[in-house]
Nanobody
Framework: QVQLVESGGGVVQPGESLRLSCAAS????????MSWYRQAPGKERELVAG???????NYADSVKGRFTISRDNAKNTAYLQMNSLKPEDTAVYYC???????????????WGRGTQVTVSS
């Protein structure tokens, strides 16, 4: 079994920063892509940023220049540094990863439970 646990959410004022973490645990052989999604009330879940195992990144246009995704492969952890936060960034942020399990080498598209980010004055 593999799982993802997000942390680092909270309530901040516009213009401030937060750093989210996503730690993978369990019987992990390898982790391919890791991504951050978000879902605001009444809206569809959307991709915020992704990072491949080799470090190639991609971002939603709405966060380019403000958010930075990174990963520490030794710790099986991904991060999302969020700067210059805006009220429209308010959402539940979810981590997603494609994880290959030890032993049978089956691949699982795994989601965390999410962490709330609220940007409000």
């Amino acid at each position: 079994q593999v799982q993802l646990v997000e942390s680092g959410g909270g309530v901040v004022q516009p213009g401030e920063s937060l750093r989210l973490s996503c730690a993978a645990s369990g019987s992990i052989f390898s982790i391919n892509a890791m991504s951050w999604y978000r879902q605001a009330p009444g809206k569809e879940r959307e991709l915020v940023a992704g990072i491949a195992s080799g470090g190639v990144t991609n971002y939603a246009d709405s966060v380019k220049g403000r958010f930075t995704i990174s990963r520490d492969n030794a710790k099986n952890t991904a991060y999302l540094q969020m700067n210059s936060l805006k009220p429209e960034d308010t959402a539940v942020y979810y981590c997603n990863a494609v994880i290959m399990r030890l032993g049978d080498l089956r691949t699982f598209n795994t989601w965390g439970r999410g962490t709330q980010v609220t940007v409000s004055s």
